[in-house]
């Protein structure tokens, strides 16, 4: 089946810095999807990116399908962005998760 | 409102028991999912539905028993609860009408934390 890696595991930020979170996959796909697991669990949609470049607000993310990797794109990070983000694949009929990247943004 | 609903939101139980958690999408969407999410956070999914009808089984033990009354609506019902189905559960909605080709984008809902005492 489809291996997705995620980096970094970890990663501690100040308020307002960028940063870049990875996936890389292991075959083509359909469906890319970033994901925002917030601190009460919940899981917000944010980009469906089989391909391409999106952006939406401070966040935004690229898929390179031929190359087999995804980007997620966080600017002048909030304290409301921390959570775990999490990168899921697909080629017809499920989503495999990345084990994401913990994100801890502090004021 | 709600897009993808699940209740109960928390479930506390002992080992032994029977327990159902409900999902329901007002998305209009064909295609439902669940989602297991382990203590070290990994997701995984156990079951989709399309209209109704089963099309994955991800190796889940046959304790686990899906049912989708309608396409709305994709209920788990778990016998013999142990220890281990401790885990956060997700139900997850797409526009998918026909399996195996356009894979379009999964909406989820707010999770189910199941406490196995």
């Known amino acids: 089946g489809i291996q997705v890696e995620q980096s970094p595991p970890d990663l501690i930020l100040q308020e307002g810095a960028n940063s870049t979170l990875r996936c890389n996959f292991s075959d083509s796909v359909n469906n890319l999807q970033w994901f925002h697991q917030n601190p009460w669990g919940q899981l917000i949609n944010l980009f469906y990116i089989p391909s391409g470049t999106k952006q939406n607000g401070r966040l935004s993310a690229t898929t390179v399908a031929t190359e087999r990797y995804s980007l997620l794109y966080i600017s002048s990070s909030q304290t409301t962005d921390s959570g775990v983000y999490f990168c899921a694949v697909g080629g017809t009929d499920k989503l495999i998760f990345g084990t994401g990247t913990r994100l801890q943004v502090f004021p | 409102d709600t897009a993808v609903s699940q209740t109960p939101k928390y479930l506390v139980t002992q080992m032994g028991n029977d327990k159902s958690i409900k999902c329901e999408q007002n998305l209009g969407h064909d295609t439902m999912y669940w989602y297991k999410q382990d203590s070290k956070k990994f997701l995984k999914i156990m079951f989709s539905?399309?209209?109704?009808?089963?099309?994955i089984n991800e190796t889940v033990p046959n304790r686990f028993s899906p049912k989708s009354p309608d396409k709305a609506h994709l209920n788990l019902h778990i016998n013999s609860l142990e220890l281990g189905d401790s885990a956060v559960y997700f139900c997850a909605s797409s526009q998918d009408k026909i399996p195996g080709q356009v894979f379009y984008e999964q909406y989820f809902g707010p999770g189910t934390r199941l406490t196995v005492t």
């Open positions: 539905y399309n209209n109704k009808e089963l099309i």
